[in-house]
Every structure is written in structure tokens, then in C-alpha cells.
């Protein structure tokens, strides 16, 4: 990317940036309501879906607002990629839901190809270049799943339901306190300290981000049929997860020390790579009990409990990350998890002394 001026290379970021936000939005809690919905009329899936996608498209009004800020050419590609990808992120319901997870890995491969292809090959760097490359990415992504989920609509099944956006509310406020939770203390970091640091802090935490997916993608297959189980297995479930999650930790966080410290920039203590390593443990153990939380349509407790790892997390680094740097900073991410867990567990105690299922 030594080809890349900084002034094109600040426009795309910004512009990926605005797309993240727009599709963020525009996705309003859709998978999770989906998923407990197919399970429930598994005769009507289709319809559900196309419903869900012809609502929520409402939202894509929002990308109208590029044409005031970027010209009309880029504008154009960008509402373009925002449409697209607003459909791919739609399918990862049915996606679930039909535990069609190798052909979503090809897709995802063959995509993350087209993208580094276009930055392998290219030497005269543009922004709508890269902006096109992420739309053929995309759009290749979509014609190999879209054929294979049998995505077709039928007469009367694009309509238009506003009940939609209350009942999935719950959902996307959930993500969005998720993502205050895990993108609060790199703004924090960005106020507080320096460039060098920022961009260390950046590369390590997107890292283990990325680990801590995992705990996600453990429960996936076991979503649709967590809300047909009964509590003995889910109880199996978990115990899976979590024994899952400690070699996965273990050896993760060890990969990345290694790496980004033998071949990148980033020289971190490793006190760092230790308090990280302990901030992505407790999810593998409460994550089923989120899925848990759906099937008794308790999401706005998930929802409470989030926001309240959010503010921790928030509250902690913005005091320890003056004076311990980046230490600070991650120290504030591990206590947030950890009293999450806390919190988690403490309710599941309540519910089974109440005798709730």
C-alpha cells in the first residue's frame, strides 16, 4: 500500500466507516429476531425474511446522504456497496438456520480474494478502485449464496411491516451496546495518547477481536435449536463452549503475541497480551446463556447487561488509560468482561432458585 496517498486513503477509510454505520442501522437486530422466528413457524421462513428485508430497507434512506459529503461518482459506488452488503448481511439468519456454514467460508474466501487480488496487482490507487473491488466482492459473495439458499420471492412476500422494527428493536440496541462495549476504549485511546500508540493499540485489539468471534461462531450451530431444547442440554451446550474456549484462548492469544510481535510494528509489554488473553475468556462462558436469554424473550436483559459492561468499560479507561497508557486501557476491557460473567451467573443462580426454565 506504499502506492496509497494518505488523502485517498483517509476518504476510503471514512467512506467504509459510513458504510459500517448505514448497514449497521439498516440491519436492526434482524438475525437474532429471525432466527427464534424460523424456529417457530419454520413453514412461513421465506416469507419472514422477505418481509424482514423489504422493512428494514427503509433505513438504506440513510445512504442518501453521501451525495452532500463525497461527489456523485463515489456517492453512487458507495450506495451501490451499501445495498449490496446490506443484502449479504441479511442472509446470515438462513444462513444459521440452515447450518449452511461451508458454503458461507467459500463465499467469504473467494471474496477476501477479489480483495486482495485488487491490492496485490494495482499500482495507480483510487478510491472508487478499492470501492468497485469491495462491490465485486460482494456481489460474487451473494451469487454463490443467494442460488444455494433458493432466494426467490414469491407474489406477495415483499411487504412491508412496521411491527418489524419494534419487535426487533431489543436486538439492535443489544448490538449497539456490544459495540460500544468493544469500540469505546479505542476512542479512548486515540484522545489520550499518541499516534505510534494508537495504531499498536489498534492492530492488538482488532486481533483478539477477532479470537473472541470464535465464541460466537461456537454457538451459531446450535442457535435454531436452542429454542425447541430443553435446559438439560442447553446446560450441555455450555459446558461445551466453555472447555472449548480455555485451549482456544490459551493458544490464540499466544499466536498473536508471537506475530504482531516478530513481524509487525506493534512492541507491546507483554502484561498487555496477558490482560487481553483474560478479557476474551468469559465470553465462551456466557454466550450460550445470551442465546438462553432469547428463548425466553429476555433479550432486554441481555440488552441491560451490555450496557452495563459498556459503562465499566468506558468509566475504567477513561481513568486508568492516562496514567497506565495502554495497559490501562486493557485493563479497563478485562474488568468489563469479567463483570458481565459475574453478572451472568449470578441470575442464572436466581432463576434456578426460583425454579424458572
Not at 42 to 49: D, E
Not at 305 to 321: C, D, E, K, R, W
Request: hydrophobic share 50%.
Amino acid at each position: 500500500m506504499q502506492y496509497c496517498g494518505t488523502e485517498n486513503w483517509g476518504e476510503l477509510v471514512s467512506i467504509l466507516i459510513t458504510l459500517f454505520i448505514v448497514n449497521f442501522i439498516a440491519n436492526w437486530g434482524n438475525q437474532e429476531y429471525l432466527i427464534r422466528a424460523y424456529s417457530k413457524k419454520p413453514n412461513s421462513i421465506l416469507n419472514l425474511y422477505f418481509s424482514s428485508l423489504t422493512t428494514r430497507s427503509l433505513f438504506l434512506v440513510l445512504s442518501l446522504g453521501f451525495f452532500f459529503y463525497y461527489s456523485a461518482s463515489i456517492a453512487m459506488l458507495g450506495i451501490a456497496l451499501i445495498v449490496v452488503q446490506f443484502i449479504y448481511n441479511s442472509l446470515g439468519s438462513l444462513i444459521i438456520y440452515h447450518q449452511k456454514f461451508k458454503s458461507q467460508l467459500l463465499a467469504e474466501f473467494l471474496g477476501f480474494l477479489v480483495i486482495f487480488l485488487a491490492i496485490s496487482f494495482n499500482r495507480s490507487f483510487s478510491v472508487s478502485y478499492f470501492l468497485i473491488a469491495y462491490l465485486v466482492s460482494f456481489l460474487l459473495k451473494l451469487s454463490i449464496l443467494i442460488p444455494l439458499l433458493k432466494l426467490f420471492p414469491k407474489k406477495g412476500m415483499m411487504q412491508f411491516n412496521k411491527t418489524y422494527i419494534l419487535e426487533m428493536a431489543p436486538f439492535f440496541l443489544i448490538g449497539l451496546s456490544g459495540w460500544m462495549q468493544s469500540k469505546v476504549d479505542l476512542y479512548i485511546v486515540d484522545y489520550f495518547l499518541t499516534p505510534s500508540d494508537l495504531a499498536q493499540y489498534q492492530l492488538v485489539i482488532t486481533a483478539f477481536i477477532m479470537l473472541l468471534s470464535i465464541s460466537a461462531l461456537l454457538t451459531q450451530p446450535f442457535s435454531k435449536h436452542l429454542y425447541r431444547i430443553n435446559e438439560q442440554v442447553i446446560l450441555k451446550i455450555r459446558k461445551l463452549v466453555s472447555w472449548a474456549g480455555l485451549p482456544i484462548t490459551i493458544v490464540g492469544s499466544w499466536v498473536i503475541w508471537y506475530f504482531l510481535e516478530n513481524y509487525t510494528v506493534v512492541h507491546l509489554n507483554v502484561n498487555v497480551y496477558w490482560m487481553l488473553a483474560l478479557s476474551i475468556f468469559p465470553p465462551f462462558l456466557y454466550a450460550v446463556d445470551i442465546l438462553n436469554y432469547y428463548k425466553r424473550k429476555e433479550e432486554k436483559k441481555v440488552m441491560k447487561i451490555t450496557f452495563i459492561g459498556a459503562l465499566i468499560n468506558l468509566i475504567l479507561t477513561l481513568i486508568l488509560t492516562p496514567t497506565y497508557g495502554i495497559f490501562g486501557a486493557t485493563i479497563g476491557v478485562c474488568i468489563a468482561k469479567w463483570t458481565v460473567l459475574v453478572i451472568y451467573k449470578i441470575k442464572n443462580v436466581q432463576r434456578i432458585a426460583k425454579g424458572k426454565n
